[in-house]
């Protein structure tokens, strides 16, 4: 039986135009745009730094409960900054095309605001390839464990702002949020 040239679907049109907007392209896909994990094997390893910031918007009786350290589950704080550094570890865990990397330090911190906590992680390696996903992880999933610490008291909490600050290292060097 001989074989037929079968259409494309239409469903899924490839658009493709001439002029480019940018000359940065998206690493994570391949030429014929499907997801694959960027290949780092060569390039060098070089001091890597990345630090993000969060926010953990609460009710001022929820701020004054976690001050008294009268959150039934225990101190939220030292909870967060846990499993704020455990996650950043386990990121490449979690994210699908994060490369798994050796975490030379974490550190997590939480400052009481007026409306909630102010959450900022700094990540720091030795690789090819940097921690910025370490450090937004961290910020999450510190977040969300101060969440699951008072949600008994307050389900109206928000999380809100998790960005990256800046990062230092590599081939792109330094870039500060703002600059």
């Known amino acids: ?11 899924t049109p490839v658009r493709r135009t001439k002029k480019k907007t940018s000359t940065r392209t998206l690493s994570h896909l391949d030429e014929r745009g499907r997801v694959r994990m960027v290949d780092v094997s060569l390039k060098p390893a070089t001091v890597r ?20 350290g009268k959150i039934a589950k225990g101190d939220p704080l030292q909870a967060a900054r846990l499993a704020g550094i455990m996650a950043a570890k386990k990121t490449s865990e979690i994210i699908p095309l994060c490369h798994p990397l050796v975490i030379s330090h974490c550190d997590v911190n939480l400052r009481r605001r007026r409306t909630g906590y102010e959450i900022e992680a700094r990540v720091q390696t030795v690789g ?43 081939r792109s060097g330094v870039w500060k949020r703002g600059t």
């Not at 730094?49 to 008294?68: D, N, Q, Y």
């Open 1 to 11: 039986m001989p074989t037929q040239n079968r259409a494309r679907p239409t469903s």
């Open 49 to 68: 730094e990345a630090v993000a910031r969060g926010f953990v918007k609460m009710a001022p009786a929820t701020l004054r409960l976690i001050g008294s």
């Open 128 to 170: 090819p390839t940097g921690v910025e996903m370490e450090a937004l992880t961290a910020v999450a999933a510190a977040a969300l464990t101060v969440y699951d610490m008072v949600k008994a008291v307050d389900r109206a909490v928000v999380i809100d702002d998790i960005l990256l600050l800046e990062k230092r290292g590599g």
